[in-house]
C-alpha cells in the first residue's frame, strides 16, 4: 500500500513563497508519474505540475515560471516550490502518484490527504 502525505502549506500574502513536499511510503513502482493537482473554492481540481521518473515534467501555464517540481534525491522526496504566488493559487494542493505515464485526468490510484494554500492580496 503506497500512502502520500503533502506538507508546507499555509497562508502567505501576494508573491510569496511556499514549498510542498509530498512524502511517500510504500513503492509505487520503478517508473511513476508523480502529479501534483489543486482545487479552489467552488471549482474542480486541475492539474497544475507533472513530473515522471523517466524526467519529464509539465507545467499548466498558468503556474509556468513560478512553480518548479524537485525531488530529494537523498530521501527520493518530490517538492513543489512556488515562487510570486498570486490570489489566484489559493487552493488545495494534492499530490497524487501512479505507475506508467503521466496524465491529466485526476483518475490517479494514490492520493494525499491534501495542504492548503491560501494567498492573500
Known amino acids: 500500500q503506497v500512502h502520500l502525505v503533502e506538507s508546507g502549506g499555509g497562508s502567505v500574502q501576494a508573491g510569496g513563497s511556499l514549498r510542498l513536499s509530498c512524502a511517500a511510503s510504500?513503492?509505487?513502482?520503478?517508473?511513476?508519474?508523480l502529479a501534483w493537482f489543486r482545487q479552489a473554492p467552488g471549482k474542480g481540481r486541475e492539474g497544475g505540475a507533472l513530473t515522471h521518473t523517466t524526467g519529464y515534467t509539465w507545467y499548466t501555464n498558468s503556474v509556468k515560471g513560478r512553480i518548479t517540481i524537485s525531488t530529494d534525491g537523498a530521501k527520493n522526496t518530490p517538492y513543489l516550490q512556488m515562487n510570486s504566488l498570486k490570489p489566484e493559487d489559493t487552493a488545495m494542493y494534492y499530490c497524487?502518484?501512479?505507475?506508467?505515464?503521466?496524465?491529466?485526468?485526476?483518475?490517479?490510484?494514490?492520493w494525499g490527504q491534501g495542504t492548503q494554500v491560501t494567498v492573500s492580496s
Open positions: 510504500g513503492s509505487i513502482a520503478r517508473d511513476y508519474c
Open positions: 497524487a502518484a501512479d505507475p506508467g505515464w503521466c496524465r491529466l485526468r485526476d483518475n490517479y490510484n494514490f
